[in-house]
């Protein structure tokens, strides 16, 4: 129990909260501001590495994230200092992924030069259409032929490129969303994120759309098949999904949401970054501000941005690692689930299950079928204990 976070690993989250623009799906802790002293930045996040490194100094560090908001429009010094930081407070894996997230409307093979001399190996682009109107309604500062050029300026200086799609959009019919997602993995090199619109409340569209004003979004049919279209293109075009939105080919799936899913620990670090620590054989959920400001001035005046810890009982633990792990293909382990709750899951509900399909057991692990990870809330909800 006191190391069950190895099954995972160790990954640092580095939260850069500001974007040029609010788009209006978006439900992320993303602020548009007129001015951003990077110095002050830059001071905040240093602090914050050491002090969560002087709790967790003698581990492996596994992979580290630059998440937001918009990365990209950190300065390359900034992304810089912050990596020769890390350096120093953690021994690196040999295989150390360290991804940064990017909008293509911020992509410039200059800056890009340089976030990869820092240290940077892995982007993930903004690119969420490939059509000029879609990009349009969905609030996307970029053109599809920007986003391209965005695209061939990250390849041509990173290995590893990602980029997100957005599917089941407003008037979106099955045989478009055929054509662009071919047109995808046309470009794509080994991983491709493809999430179904999701209309979130306290966003644009979830004010639209409770006014009844957002007109077109498919119906639930409609939208499971575009679901399953695309687990077949993808897994025809040897990129299968590794998780229910991921698709990647074999070893190239993101090492960093792995450590999620796999339910590790990883520091969580920025305004709105929450994480999971295990210190002195317990795992504790930290969470932080979600405003900028208000990090930035907790970490000045009281030497931590983290809001008070709280450590998770053994059936929280094992809630979360069934939330997680059964997004992702080879599913959770039985004997690890064991290891947390102190209880197997219900005989009854896997027979179930495994009866109608949903599940499959074997070798130890219990992992969704094609069949059951349409439904995977459902599946949940019949394992929850």
Known sequence: MTEDWRNGGFGLYLHWPFCASKCPYCDFNSHVAAEIDQNRWNRAYLAEIERVGAETKDRVLNSVF????????????????????????????????????????????????????????????????????????????????????????????????????????????????????????????????LYQLTIEEGTAFGARHAAGKLRGLPEDEAAADMYLLTQEICDAHGMPAYEVSNHARAGAESRHNLIYWRYGDYAGIGPGAHGRLTLNGARQATDTPKAPNAWLEAVESRGTGELPRAALPRDEQAIEYLLFGLRLAEGISADRYRALWGHDLPQDRLEYLSDLGMIQVEQGRISATKAGMPVLNAILRELMP
Not at 86 to 100: C, G, H, K, Q, Y
Not at 143 to 156: K, M, N, Q, T, W
């Open 66 to 193: 630059f998440g937001g908001g918009t990365p990209s429009l950190m300065d390359p010094d900034l992304v810089a200092a912050i990596l020769d930081k890390v350096r120093t407070t953690w021994r690196f894996a040999n295989d150390i992924e360290i991804t940064l997230e990017a909008n293509p409307s911020s992509i410039e093979s200059g800056r890009f030069r340089a976030y990869s001399e820092a240290g940077v190996n892995r982007v993930s682009m903004g690119m969420q259409a490939l059509n000029d109107a879609d990009l349009r309604r969905l609030g996307r500062m970029h053109s599809v032929a920007e986003g391209r050029r965005a695209f061939d300026i990250a390849r041509s200086v990173f290995d590893r490129v990602s980029f997100d799609l957005i599917y089941a959009r407003q008037d979106q019919t099955l045989d478009a969303w055929r054509a662009e997602l071919t047109e995808a993995l046309s470009m794509a090199i080994d991983h491709l994120s």
